[in-house]
């Protein structure tokens, strides 16, 4: 039975004599905070406790588990990562705007979370579709103190709402919260500037890098005509996919799901993460 008092969770924790096991020990809690953590964790989570006792989830966007026509098996912990889905370029998009909602709405039910770079175009549609569904979706505006023409934000019980008055700190919010990139439209020069930032991180990071999907072939010519400006070579554009219809959306979703979970171990993930600003510290002392 699993310790419930401090002094059963003191004796449980190992001792220098015991710390070292096997791979499956060092998964284990080591310390009093993490067994206390990990025992608070499963009295708020008993479903998910026994989900992990199960087979796991081929198909991430469902609570229950399922039998999958393909021997691949999506995690926990790959559901969590591909959560959040940005989607770029949607004010000036010409995707057919039912077609549009009615993925939303699919992709809304199975628990995505929806970043819309607007609120006009198809993400007016994906509004839409959040308030016929009961659901949220959030809207990052751009609002400048010095440029009156960015678009109103929105107020609504399906639409959360962003605001910067910083174009940067916009595209930082979307490099930070997304999981997956789609671009629908390469529509003004801010959906360039951030589809151009999206392709270096694919540079720099490699298998590591966040996904892109991008919606329509017109992709196909616009990435060979940037990668033969900017000498991107085939291993930097291997996280980028090109679909043809909107329809085709949720499926590559799926399949960029599975194909994360089969080269998970080939992926180079820093277990460091080093947050520190040279200079940073210049108002703490005498200088």
Not at 220 to 228: G, K, L, M, V
Not at 247 to 252: E, I, K, R, T
Request: with cysteine; net charge negative.
């Amino acid at each position: 039975s699993e310790p419930t008092t401090i002094s059963e969770l003191q004796n449980s924790v190992p001792t220098e004599d015991t710390a070292i096991g096997t791979d499956s020990d060092l998964n284990s809690p080591q310390t009093i905070s993490e067994i206390i953590d990990k025992k608070s964790e499963e009295d708020n989570n008993p479903e998910e406790v026994a989900a992990e006792n199960t087979s796991n989830v081929l198909d991430i966007n469902t609570n229950k588990n399922i039998e999958a026509s393909t021997n691949v098996s999506i995690d926990k912990e790959t559901k969590m990562l591909f959560s959040k889905i940005g989607l770029i370029g949607l004010k000036k998009s010409n995707i057919d705007t039912i077609e549009f909602k009615n993925v939303t709405k699919t992709l809304l039910g199975k628990k995505y979370s929806l970043i819309l770079d607007s609120a006009e175009g198809l993400g007016k549609s994906a509004v839409e579709a959040a308030k016929e569904s009961s659901s949220k979706v959030t809207t990052v505006y751009l609002k400048s103190f010095l440029n009156q023409d960015e678009e109103q934000a929105n107020s609504s019980d399906a639409e959360i709402s962003v605001i910067y008055s910083n174009y940067l700190e916009k595209l930082k919010h979307f490099i930070k919260e997304s999981r997956v990139f789609v671009f629908f439209s390469l529509s003004d020069i801010e959906v360039l500037s951030m589809f151009s930032t999206v392709l270096d991180l694919q540079k720099i990071y490699k298998n590591s890098s966040k996904p892109i999907v991008c919606v329509g072939d017109e992709w196909n010519s616009i990435i060979e005509q940037i990668a033969t400006l900017t000498e991107l070579t085939a291993e930097d554009k291997k996280n980028i996919r090109v679909i043809s219809s909107i329809n085709d959306f949720d499926q590559s979703l799926t399949d960029i799901q599975n194909q994360y979970s089969s080269n998970k171990n080939d992926i180079n993930m820093p277990k460091v993460v080093d947050r520190r600003v040279e200079g940073d510290e210049k108002d703490l002392v005498l200088y």
